[in-house]
Each structure stands twice: as C-alpha cells, then as structure tokens.
C-alpha cells in the first residue's frame, strides 16, 4: 500500500511532530510505502524521520503582492503538487491542515482518496474569507474528514455539513521520560510565542502566586513573535529572575522530566501533544478548558486540573495550591500518568491504518463497478 502524506513543513509544531509518527509508523510496516510532501523548500525534518520515507520539499511558497499574484501562485502549487502527487504513485493520500487540505484535494482527488484532517479549531482559527469558502466548497469531496476531538467534529457537521471521524494524537511510548522522583520546584510550558498559546495569561498567574513561593520558577520553552513583548511583560513584573524564555528545544522530554508542574495556558488548541507528553511523564497537569482537547484529556482533580477558559485567578489559584502541595502534586501526576494509554502509537496507528484502508478499498470498488 502506498501513502503519500501532505503538510506545509516539518518544522517544530505540534502537527509537524504528529505527522512524523504516522510517517514512521507506517514506514515500519512491511506493506506500506511512505512518501511525504512539503510545500516549503526544507529538506531536512525537525523531527526524526525513518529513512525509508521519501520526504520531497515542493517548494512552492511565494509572495504574493496582490489578488492576481495570489491568484497565480496558487495555480501553480495546485500544478506542482499534482505533478508530485502522481509521481508518488499513492494508494491513499493524507493532508494535514486547512489550507493545506484545500490545496491537496484540488491536486489530487482524482488521483486517489485524500483523507484530510484538521489540526486546530476551525472556530478559533480564522484562515480567511476565501480559504473559508474554498474549504466548504470543496471538503466534501474529500474521501474523508478527520477531527482529533469531538468539538471540532461538531463544528464540521454545523458548518460545512460533514460527519468527521474522530482520530486523536498518537504518543510515542519510548519517548516519554519518567519524571525524576527529586523536587526541582519548576512549572514548566511549551509552544509557540504566539497569543494562541496564552503565555500572558501563565505569566500574569506566575507573578500573582511567585512572592508566596519564592523557590519556584517557570520555564517557557518554544520561539516566536512574541518573544520581545513576553520579555517586557516579564520585566515589568519584576520576574527576570524567576520566569525564563528559554527558545526552542530537541530536548523537551528531559526537560519535562525536569520539572514538577505542567501547564497549558492556551486560549485555543486542536489537541494538544505537549500535554499528553507532559501527562505522560508524570507531571502534575493544569490546563485551560479551551477548545479543544484538554476536557478529553483531564478530569478535573482525578489526573490534573482543568481551569475554566482563560481564568487567570483560578489558574493562579492551582498553581499555588501544587505548589504548596508535594503529596496532591505528585498524585495528580501519577494518575496523569497512567491515563494515557490509549493514546498510545501502537494503538493509535492502528485506527489509521483502518480508515486509511477502508478509503483505499472502497475507492477500489468504484472502480470495478
């Protein structure tokens, strides 16, 4: 069977790193062949790939300087992704994100079933008027819909009229480091350094809990934007000391297994893996209830704590509450710990692997038809 996997890049992101463990997943089973297609010009991964994956960066990013511009230069990815979908040859095809997903079915859906799946919610994402409708013009053309949660599958029904399979995020079980049993008194998060991510929100609850706990720091991993105004805000609350942008790491599992408390302060998410991850390495948890993803993952006080959306004053309040509390603290992150099973790769794959094939045979029986 022949795979052909589509996505923007393979930078550090959260889908990025999924896409690389459906890749290698399926790069290791022996009736499989994996290709991977890039619309940026990288040729190497962020994340690790099998070496039996054919990754081909299409290049095809370019500036547009007006709507013709825009007109032509989508024209011309439509015609270079096609021209790469053919030549890999694909029994299925699986696109990950909305424009993405847009661009893949106008190149390929009469090559093979595309299964597309979207990677963060539709509601809180805006990709644009035109990306919008071209995505409810065209979606249903796709083989298959997948969401990672219930709330975007719902979103799809209420606005584009689809039913959605619901497929989460798989968890490399050998990649998780167990929490090291000593007190490091270090709250730990991980993302871009876009607004999405609320680290504001994480850095305004910090302060209002830090003079009560003195011995405590928090570590912000990941880059972007808003680096400058983080570091403003973290100067201006006089935490220069306790609080550190530490950029981008390879390294996130030992420096989770590092830490004591976990959190995710996000105003938006598709499903987020950095808590699972963090779940998984035994970490107490505190996540904002946003959509979408932490209320499938966290039952408040059983396996971590779930704050209502964007509360800074109860996410200040939990913080502080774990903080002063070793045995809570470490219960939370042992229950989180094993809760997580299900997410597990080898059970995860196996899901996609069904849909995928159930794709590939019914597009086979079109054909005899």
Known sequence: MRLTLVISSMSCGGAERVMSIIANAFSEKSNWEVSLLTLDSEPLSFYPLNSKIKHTPLDLYRTSTGPISAMFNNFN?????????????????????DRTNVLCLLAGMDIAPV???ERIHPARHNIGKFWSKMRKEIYPSAALVVAQVQDVADWIYENLGLNSAIIPNPIVKEHIRSRKKKRFHRVIASGRLVEQKGFDLLISAFSSVSEANPNWHLSIFGEGPLEKVLKNQIETLNLASRVQLCGRTNTMMEEMSNSDIFVLSSRFEGFPNALLEAMGTGLACIAFDCPSGPKDMIVDHENGRLIPDGDTDLLAKALGELMGDVVVCDELGRRAKG?????????????????LTKEVKKAAGRQTK
């Open 77 to 97: 990815r439509v015609l270079k992704l096609r021209k790469a979908l053919v030549k890999s040859r694909p029994d299925v095809i699986l696109s990950f994100a």
């Open 115 to 117: 299964v597309v799946s």
């Open 339 to 355: 809760s997580i099973k299900p997410y597990f790769v080898e059970n995860n794959i196996q899901i996609w692997e069904n849909a």
